[in-house]
């Protein structure tokens, strides 16, 4: 079952920009989907179209199996939307924000009242729910989104990034929060900048470029195209210059931590003995989580250069 | 989780709909009414000042040396003009600010992406500007029950006239927010329309002491025929038919409320 098809999907504004160039996607039910791509892509568009905050030019969106020109009701029942801007009232307390919202999806308040609970609880708001929104930290309004969009139980929760400004701590814990939820069942589409998040918490990708999808695959399949590993590696004794080795880069984090890249399929043996002959030894290791940072740059470098050369090819 | 919702494909039944609509409702009725009651001090403590300050100059001082009009003291007659004319300005201040600090915050998307219908939008802020379009002119009532007797003459149209009048403006009130782009922008009706219109809407004067020419100017401003309308309903004499003035009220809720609701399904000013 699909949560979400998009087909022929085109957004032309008054201004005459195209934000969405005949743009078709789906993501399965139950997955845990990335959106990805540079500011001004068209990411927040295609979220607005589907949350029907946007008017579309052309296409279609099916949520869940319901049109949305034919039933926008069923769509809009099955969505969920934590946008990328603080948009509550911010003289309303946390517990009116979401006691509201649930009641603008028809849910009844002795039922809100024991979501308006579970939500705020699981995402540490409970102890300020009679706090007037806007003095609530960054974080503590992110997390007032998620709850929000989580009263009414969508079947598709969409975030267009959740965790923005949002310190490392927090965002883990947003992020097993989400997973958690996930887990339980709902779908979830996930815009974000932060490639490690994407890379952490996706199964399923699109990178979306000036208003087409340039690449929609499995997070996993993607890096399987990066040619090298790469990895940190804690170690001892970092000399001044780092020995140039034939067939592994080398890049020094600080003065502890060293990146290394080895071609994929080659014996991590052979690096950690040539380290060791140039007197580094390696304490621990790990995989460096944001190689599909390296991936996305190269596939919109690649992209960048095709479009010099054409230019140069027509002049 | 998946039995809430509907099958693919396959809409909710009506009955899931409308008691979803009536929940909605009742959230954006009862928000709207908290926010006006909350800010008291702003929404109803200022009508009262300046609806006393009216009947202390233009009744008590200068009316007792204009002398009677149309039959009854001075006070008597401006009274229920002064009481439609908090009624008319609240109702639909109140609208046009709830509506527009909604768009201005963009709360409004809270609305826009649920999914109520546009009908339990717009009922649902005009609720709230009835609401204090009703409060204000109760609170003015009182004030001119102070200064004169308000005699009734008949509480059916009294009632359905004041109704009326602050369903008509709220509805105005939308339409103003939905347009505006910055806050000067929810100023200009009331100032530039409402305002002079209410002045010269016979809330003061009866048309009849107007040249013939200014009569039949006077007769094409809508808000002439609610006064007299909610006149005719406390003292039971007014310048103009009462069923016309019906007829003029309900036909500028169907057509204001029409476009309101073409706007919000266009998504005129909220959607991009």
Known sequence: MTALVVTDLTKTYRNGRTALNHIDLSVDAGAFFGLLGPNGAGKSTLIGIVATLVTKSGGQVQVFGHDLDRDPWAVKSSLGLVPQEFNFNTFDTVEQIVLNQAGFYGIPRRIAHIRAEHYLQSLGLWERR????????????????IARALMHEPRLLILDEPTAGVDIELRRSMWDFLRHINAQGTTIILTTHYLEEAESLCRDIAIIDEGRIIEHTNVKALLQRLSTQAYLLDVEHLPESLPQLPDFSLRRIDGATLEAEVPRGRPLTELFAVLAQNGISVTSMRNKSNRLEELFVRMLGNKERGKEKEKEENS | MSDRFAAEGQRYPRSVRLRASWVALKTIAFKETNRYLRIWIQTLVPPAITMTLYFVIFGALIGERIGPM???????YIAPGIIMLAIITNSYNNVVSSFFGAKFQRHIEELLVSPMPNLVILTGYVVGGVGRGLCVGAIVTVIALMFTSLPIHNWAITLSVVVLTATLFSIGG???????????????????VL??????????????LLPEFWQAVSLANPILYMVNAF????????????????????????????????????GTGLRS
Do not use: C, H, W
Request: charged share 15%; hydrophobic share 50%.
């Open chain 1, 130 to 145: 009679k706090s007037i929104s806007r003095t609530l930290s960054g974080g503590m309004k992110r997390r007032l989104l």
């Open chain 2, 195 to 208: 305002t002079p219109l209410t002045y010269l809407g016979g809330v003061f004067y009866s048309i009849s």
């Open chain 2, 174 to 192: 939308v339409i103003n927010a939905i347009y505006a782009q910055k806050f000067d922008d929810i100023a200009i009706i009331p100032t530039f």
């Open chain 2, 70 to 76: 149309g039959g009854y003291s001075y006070m008597e």
């Open chain 2, 231 to 266: 006149r005719f309903g406390i003292l039971g004499s007014a310048d103009v038919n009462i069923v016309f003035s019906y007829v003029m009220m309900i036909a500028f809720i169907i057509g204001l409320g029409g476009f309101a609701l073409y706007l919000l399904r266009r």
